[in-house]
């Protein structure tokens, strides 16, 4: 059982980081964010999720950061879950309307029997800079509503969350997964 549900650190990253990350994703690249509900096929379905993404290799800049909190929250939250591999950065843009609806980022396992283990989240955008977009883990109600620029979400990937609709002006953020060994 879980003793801690979440790690959050609030400005981890400067503005001026923030801002230079948005700047250069290769938005040339973006195309609309897929769903999967076994880990093969790829569908979109804006009712459950409207985002702009791009991925970005995990030793990018956004990415060795996110995998130094995944890897500091795994031990000092007592998940100890086996990490093997980081995934690909997935930086979105949400729009408005943009949103993504209750989900877990731990599929089945694929067939080289790995598991998405540990979700983070970099939060890019100033939260005055866009109306909606929320943030919410199921679990932990305790998370501020706006949250503010280059703060840092690390969650197991088994828990419930979502980003609500935006409402108004445009919200970024990045996306990285730890995965290893399934889950017994």
């Known amino acids: 059982m879980l003793k801690h549900f979440y790690s959050y650190t609030p400005k981890a990253i400067p503005k001026e980081m ?8 290769p938005w040339d690249k973006r195309f609309d964010a897929q769903l999967s509900e076994d880990n093969t096929d790829l569908f979109v379905d804006d009712n459950i999720r ?5 991925f970005l290799n995990p030793l990018s800049t956004i990415g060795c950061i996110l995998q130094s909190y995944i890897t500091t929250a795994n031990k000092m939250a007592d998940w100890n879950f ?12 949400y729009q408005p309307g ?5 989900h877990i980022d731990s599929f089945v396992p ?5 598991q998405r283990k540990i979700s983070a989240v970099a939060f890019l955008s100033d939260p005055d800079s866009y109306d909606g977009g929320v943030f919410e883990l199921e679990v932990a109600p305790g998370i501020p509503e706006r949250i503010p620029q280059g703060s840092i ?7 419930k969350h979502r980003v609500t609709a935006v409402e108004d002006g445009v919200r970024f953020s990045a996306a990285c997964w730890a995965s290893g060994p399934a889950f017994r």
């Open 50 to 54: 409207k985002t702009d993404v791009v």
């Open 153 to 159: 979400i690390v969650f197991p990937s088994v828990l």
């Open 110 to 114: 694929n067939n080289d029997r790995q």
């Open 98 to 102: 943009g949103h993504y609806d209750w």
């Open 18 to 25: 923030c801002e230079y990350l948005i700047q250069t994703t």
């Open 82 to 93: 086996d990490i093997s591999k980081i995934e690909d950065v997935q930086v979105g843009c």
